[in-house]
């Protein structure tokens, strides 16, 4: 069974960054199409990058240009860097494939605030 390890949260003020790393035991994530997603209080879990396996990557609109996910192979994991943090950030992070395929991890909390 595949377990999804979701690490590197963490408080930080608005404008900074952080980087969020998702591994893997049991599959290898190369073969996917992985995601970000993250869920804030109250609300529903939402997808906010992607990573095919060729490395085409998509991103919603409310991350453009701020966030960037990436894969390394060698180390079977899925990154998330996060630039210009916004208070609106805040959530659990968690990764999986865009099907939602994997048990989902207990995700890292990011909290943006001053």
């Known amino acids: 069974q595949v377990q999804l390890v979701e690490s590197g949260g963490g408080l930080v003020q608005p404008g900074g960054s952080l980087r969020l790393s998702c591994a893997a035991s049991g599959s290898s994530l190369s073969i996917y199409t992985m995601g970000w997603y993250r869920q804030a209080p109250g609300k529903q879990r939402e997808l906010v990058a992607t990573?095919?396996?060729?490395?085409?990557?998509n991103y919603a609109d409310s991350v453009l240009g701020r966030f960037t996910i990436s894969g390394d192979n060698a180390k079977n994991t899925v990154a998330l860097q996060m630039n210009s943090l916004k208070p609106e950030d805040t959530a659990i992070y968690y990764c999986?494939?865009?099907?939602?395929?994997?048990?989902w991890g207990r995700g890292t909390q990011v909290t943006v605030s001053s």
């Open positions: 990573i095919t396996s060729g490395g085409s990557t």
């Open positions: 999986n494939t865009v099907l939602g395929w994997f048990s």
